[in-house]
């Protein structure tokens, strides 16, 4: 067994607009301690990822995103000798081959299905010990007949299926909590570097929509704009700016909401279902965001609306005037079967930790 105390290397994908990965590890991180208290957290990010960084985490920063600094990722895992490493949505065969050759574990996270299929390449798989499919049913969930065949290439690989990764609800700081009250409207696109079609910030068209809807329902409004969002969003009356909160918080913000406008990435889509409230939704950037937007509308789930001030706020004000409809998309979000697996993940992976050296 390692003589130092049980280490973790958190690889996630990184970089000035996506950070859904990023929380993925600190979720994690915060849930395998409490299987191995001493146990110790580190992960790579590109140094350009604006992130809230935590006390729970080692933050190794890299110049670029992990899959394109592949020396500098090797370095750390020869420095670190990590018992395992935890490969999310970025990978190089030489990265996992390098965690192997030294003695540790390999998991590697996918939540969707390009990433799903890099885990089951041949080059990657034989250096893989667990491949965690992050799905929205995962009873239902089954690998596919060509998935099955690479599959069994390396048996020894093992292949399980869950759901969210979520971090606990922890409560808004008391004077926050006052400011707001109940049934705030709440506007949130995501990690907040993303830009629209016309080059503007993202958070800011949140903000003008939100403006626009308490201008009309003269409702309790509050704007989160993210932790890579480095603008000036103008501050309107009536409407609470909060520049970036936890995502612990952001969970029992969401869970009081009267209504959430917010964008399909999957980490936030995640916990808007999860809190079951009735949402607006946009696709914000990202590949696999239109593709979910779709599906979730599909299912009555959200309200699918443009990435515009004016169909956000439109959506958000109709949507705050029917109570029907409210009912409607929260019942249909508890149909999408959602379930919140971190402890089940984590569980898996602090099995690899105490596999090493066996």
């Known amino acids: 067994m390692a003589t130092h105390p049980p280490r973790v290397l958190f690889i996630p994908a990184s970089g000035p607009t996506g950070s859904g990965e990023y929380y993925r590890a600190l979720n994690l991180a915060r849930a395998l301690r409490q299987h191995a208290p001493g146990l110790e957290a580190h992960v790579l990010r590109a140094r350009d990822a604006d992130l809230r960084d935590d006390d729970g985490l080692q933050v190794h920063r890299l110049d670029a995103t992990p899959a394109r600094a592949d020396r500098a990722v090797r370095d750390c895992i020869a420095a670190l000798r990590p018992d395992l490493a935890v490969f999310d949505g970025s990978g190089r065969t030489a990265q996992l081959r390098a965690v192997r050759q030294l003695g540790g574990r390999v998991a590697w996270i996918s939540n969707r299905p390009g990433r799903r299929r890099r885990a089951l390449a041949w080059r990657r798989l034989r250096w893989i010990d667990l491949h965690v499919m992050l799905v929205r049913e995962p009873v239902r969930a089954r690998l596919g007949p060509l998935e099955r065949?690479?599959?069994?290439?390396?048996?020894?690989?093992?292949?399980?299926?869950?759901?969210?990764?979520?971090?606990?609800p922890d409560p808004l700081p008391d004077a926050l909590a006052d400011r707001l009250g109940d049934e705030v409207a709440v506007f949130v696109s995501g990690g907040g570097g993303q830009l629209d079609a016309d080059g503007t910030p993202v958070p800011e068209r949140f903000a003008e929509a939100a403006a626009r809807?308490?201008?009309?329902?003269?409702?309790?409004?509050?704007?989160?704009?993210?932790?890579?969002?480095?603008?000036?969003?103008?501050?309107?009356?009536?409407?609470?700016?909060?520049?970036?909160?936890?995502?612990?918080?952001?969970?029992?913000?969401l869970a009081t909401a009267r209504l959430v406008v917010a964008g399909a990435g999957n980490m936030l889509s995640n916990q808007v279902v999860a809190a079951g409230r009735p949402c607006v939704m946009t696709a914000t950037g990202g590949h696999d965001q239109p593709a979910r937007l779709a599906d979730y509308a599909r299912r009555?789930?959200?309200?699918?609306?443009?990435?515009?001030?004016?169909?956000?706020?439109?959506?958000?004000i109709e949507l705050d005037g029917d109570a029907g409809a409210r009912r409607s998309l929260v019942e249909g979000m508890g149909r999408l079967g959602l379930r919140d697996d971190t402890v089940r993940v984590a569980g898996w992976l602090?099995?690899?930790?105490?596999?090493?050296g066996g």
């Open 350 to 356: 602090n099995g690899l930790v105490e596999r090493v």
């Open 213 to 253: 809807f308490h201008a009309a329902t003269g409702r309790a409004v509050c704007v989160v704009l993210g932790p890579q969002y480095r603008g000036d969003a103008p501050r309107q009356p009536g409407v609470t700016v909060i520049d970036a909160l936890p995502t612990a918080q952001l969970s029992s913000l």
């Open 300 to 316: 009555g789930a959200v309200r699918a609306a443009a990435l515009s001030a004016e169909a956000l706020a439109t959506a958000a």
């Open 149 to 168: 065949v690479r599959a069994a290439l390396v048996p020894s690989a093992e292949h399980r299926f869950a759901g969210a990764v979520l971090p606990p």
